[in-house]
């Protein structure tokens, strides 16, 4: 009946000269150098199930594994055969329903959730451990009103509603400045959003 659709999709990439930004001291000052650090593989696979149960009624869900190593390396790189990729958590996953109904002959009401999950992952490329992020899950929510004529629709929503304090990019200069900063991604919001078609 197509209500179910299911996604497999696996890969295995083989890099030679991967390039990585990375930061050296130079004249006194940092450079930011983009450097061919060596041969890396990549392989993992992604899974997709979108399910429609019911009418108005939809479920969707992801599950991502990545498993990325570099296998050899120029002299020069400023990483290790140890060292892991910048911004690549080995697990993600991610969930997401929504239910439509009718709200008598004014419109249509969707109320809908979502999750998301991510593993451990490094912010730089010398996987310094006060700039990673552990495991974070992240949910969110929204209520929407559409008009019959779908002219016009009104969205409430929340982001980040657990207030997760995650780490989205990281500075590494430590052997230089002393110092190593984080940005941090928004804690939580509320907003209001309304849309109308001209």
Do not use: C, M
């Amino acid at each position: 009946g197509r209500r179910l659709v299911a996604n497999l999709a696996a890969f295995h990439n083989r890099y030679k000269d991967i390039q990585l930004t990375s930061l050296r001291p130079a004249a006194g000052i940092l450079a930011v150098v983009t450097e061919n650090a060596g041969k890396a593989d990549v392989s993992g696979f992604e899974l997709e199930l979108v399910a429609q149960p019911a009418d108005g009624f939809l479920l969707r869900g992801g599950l991502g594994y990545i498993d990325a190593e570099y296998t050899s390396l120029n002299p020069l790189a400023t990483v290790t055969l140890d060292t892991s990729f910048v911004k690549t958590p080995e697990w993600s996953a991610n969930a997401a329903a929504q239910y439509s109904f009718a709200a008598g002959a004014a419109g249509t009401l969707t109320i809908g959730a979502d999750l998301s999950y991510r593993s451990k992952y490094y912010n730089d490329t010398t996987n310094l451990e006060i700039l990673a992020q552990g495991d974070v899950t992240i949910a969110g929510a929204f209520l929407r009103f559409q008009s019959a004529s779908e002219r016009w629709e009104v969205t409430a929503f929340g982001t980040n509603l657990g207030d997760e304090r995650y780490i989205v990019n990281g500075f590494n200069g430590l052997t230089s400045f002393g110092a190593a900063s984080a940005t941090f991604a928004p804690p939580r919001e509320w907003g209001l959003t309304v849309r109308v078609k001209l």
